[in-house]
């Protein structure tokens, strides 16, 4: 044992020296322990680590308490920090049972491979020394208190505005139409930031509502999620909006947290360690969805770490184990597949290649995959993505109370987030394996899974009537929108079954007709028509089937 250890600190040694020659040498580590032994947390007293939340759904889905659930033994984390003075616990995971430090003196890591708990060290960031000096060593918390919310009683449809197109591809509007709008749900968003989010009249409403509630920060030298990037005020917006005749999300009525778990300036191996611990986070708090618009492919501020396609595989990541067992803990995982279709890696990224999660690809309104849209499948052969939502112009709400649009995976992820929240209120004996398995079904392709679609664009409300006795899922109306309108008019096509539209005067003459795509928004230009009311027939196989009325204006 003595030899070997030697051998370690020699070989650690002479890896450093030869990583300082050629770039920043690692000043963070995450360091692997051999066990939880004499741990003082106990799997009879889960209150000590889980919320009542936790331990209700854990119980209500007969998922046992285990020792994988105990939290890092403290008195391991403080051996390790009793090392050097300058040593700093950045985030642990209970769930992989590893401390990430950040440890300036390469030196005192021979010290703290020696001590009898330590398994492995590895190296996960270069973090320099004047980042973190002065910083928060405990991770910025803010809860909000929860008060009633008197909309909530409502089944009145809405008025999407500029989202009705992302959500009718799914049919999630006819799951809201049934009242089911995310009441109860609680859905926890990892991201970079949440500017303006605190101030913005659009998101006023769910401050107002008791509907967020709460914040984490869990990077060591930030203090406030509502600073310092936009991104996750976009992918939240997807979801929680309720601005009828302007934009109405996936799930409005759910409730939300935020974590933040990325450094947007850099990008280093130690963000999947931040990945890992916000989802344990999410466990103890209870979480039924997560979503998260994050993934890590390679690091190009951290060339130490030279990963590649074989890295997704579903185990090498800590985030990907992380996400694993979360979705096997009873949550909802979201993860968007990631935006390099066009670049060189081309491949889903990390955490997106766990299993037993919905990776979420990218579509335009039309349902053809977005270029940008990162490919399957696994390196071990796994199809993903698992499904596909709108990640093309994707309406959603910029900070400075701005109505915009984007592109990416990232708002693909959030759109079927919502709608998994919704789905999972209208079916609530289903187990968080079972409903991603129901909506993996409800795909457009869930026959033929592709690497760019995986199992297709989710049903949403089929997912339900196919578990519900539902007789009036196939006599639904023809829906036409926007109406009135003046340059073009969008069908909604979510079977794909529409194969001709006429169009006539309220006299009967027919002046227009469409052989469309089978799109899932068949988008019909009407501009040359004379302002006045008109009537549709839309047709399936040469059968006229429905009839429909609007206005052009």
């Given at each position: ?228 990037h936009y991104h996750g005020t976009l992918v939240t917006s997807t979801m929680s909006m309720l601005q009828e005749s302007a934009m109405v999300g996936t799930a409005p009525h759910a409730n ?298």
């Open positions: 044992m003595k030899k070997n250890l030697i051998a370690f600190a020699a070989l650690l040694l002479l890896g450093i020296f030869n990583a300082l020659m050629a770039q920043p040498a690692p000043t963070c580590y995450r360091i692997t322990l051999t066990d939880k032994q004499n741990n003082p947390y106990s799997v009879n007293n889960p209150s000590a680590y889980l919320s009542e939340r936790a331990i209700a759904k854990r119980v209500r889905f007969n998922i046992p308490i285990t020792e994988q659930d105990l939290p890092v033994n403290p008195q391991y984390i403080q051996q390790i920090q009793q090392q050097d003075a300058a040593i700093r616990v950045l985030c642990t995971s209970k769930w992989s049972n590893t401390v990430t430090i950040y440890c300036p003196d390469s030196l005192k890591l021979s010290q703290i491979q020696q001590l009898s708990f330590v398994s492995d060290i590895l190296p996960v960031a270069n973090y320099p020394l004047d980042i973190l000096q002065g910083a928060n060593a405990v991770p910025e918390v803010t809860e909000y208190p929860v008060v009633s919310n008197p909309m909530r009683d409502s089944i009145v449809p809405y008025d999407y505005g500029y989202a009705y197109d992302q959500i009718v591809i799914h049919n999630g509007h006819l799951l809201h139409n049934l009242g089911f709008r995310g009441d109860s749900m609680l859905i926890v968003v990892f991201d970079a930031g949440w500017d303006g989010v605190d101030t913005s009249s659009y998101f006023r409403p769910l401050f107002e509502n008791g509907q967020i509630w709460g914040t984490r920060d869990l990077i060591p030298w930030s203090d406030n999620v509502f600073n310092g939300y947290y935020f974590i933040r778990s990325e450094e947007p300036n850099m990008e280093e191996l130690i963000e999947e360690d931040f990945w890992a611990q916000a989802a344990e986070i999410a466990d103890s708090l209870g979480a039924d969805v997560i979503n998260s618009s994050l993934g890590y492919s390679q690091f190009a501020d951290f060339p130490q770490c030279d990963y590649t396609y074989a890295s997704t595989d579903g185990v090498t990541s800590i985030a990907s184990r992380a996400a694993t067992t979360l979705g096997q803990k009873g949550v909802v995982v979201c993860v968007s597949a990631g935006n390099d279709g066009n670049n060189e890696w081309y491949h889903i990224s990390r955490p997106a290649d766990a299993f037993d999660i919905l990776t979420v690809g990218a579509v335009d309104f039309f349902g053809q995959a977005a270029r940008f849209s990162s490919r399957g499948p696994s390196y071990d052969g796994r199809v993903k993505p698992d499904i596909a939502s709108v990640g093309v112009s994707t309406v959603c709400i910029w900070p400075g109370d701005f109505l915009g649009t984007a592109d990416g995976t990232s708002l693909a992820g959030p759109v079927a987030a919502g709608l998994c929240a919704c789905l999972w209120q209208a079916l609530p004996n289903a187990t968080s394996t079972e409903l991603m398995q129901i909506i993996r079904e409800s795909g457009s392709c869930y026959q033929n899974p592709n690497d760019s679609l995986g199992y297709g664009i989710p049903d949403f409300y089929a997912a339900y009537a196919n578990h519900v006795a539902v007789d009036e899922y196939v006599q639904r109306p023809v829906e036409v929108f926007p109406n009135p309108c003046t340059y073009f008019l969008k069908m909604a096509n979510p079977d794909g079954k529409v194969t001709q539209v006429e169009i006539y005067t309220e006299n009967g003459v027919l002046v227009k007709s469409f052989t469309p795509k089978a799109d899932y928004i068949i988008q019909m230009d009407v501009q040359d028509l004379p302002v006045g009311f008109y009537v549709g027939k839309s047709y399936q196989n040469g059968t006229p089937t429905q009839y429909f009325k609007f206005v052009k204006n």
